[in-house]
């Protein structure tokens, strides 16, 4: 969906594209946690077994935000359209072969 949603904007035309270049977040809309993306995926299936745990429990090098959604409002606003939801976009991604 990625990718079709910047095949759609660079159809736009460098005209547009120029009077709205700048720094735009694109990703699904919707929020969730990797702990519920990961039961998603998974489903009702019994395994793998998939356990929530603190941000803390899972340390890494680099710092993250304690709530990282992205914004993607601007994009919305200047392209004319988003994404559909993070569970429409999974559902697709599983239903679909590699």
């Not at 395994?47 to 409002?73: C, F």
Request: glycine share 8%.
């Amino acid at each position: 969906m990625l990718a079709e949603a910047t095949v759609r904007v660079a159809g736009s035309g460098t005209a547009a594209l120029a009077d709205r270049a700048g720094l735009y977040h694109l990703s699904s809309t919707g929020a969730t946690s990797w702990y519920e993306f990961a039961r998603a995926i998974v489903g009702d299936a019994p395994r793998p077994r998939v356990v929530p745990i603190a941000s803390a429990d899972y340390p890494t090098p680099a710092r993250r935000p304690a709530y990282g959604v992205l914004d993607t409002t601007r994009f919305e606003r200047a392209f004319g359209f988003a994404l559909p939801s993070w569970r429409d976009a999974l559902a697709r991604c599983l239903a679909e072969p590699a």
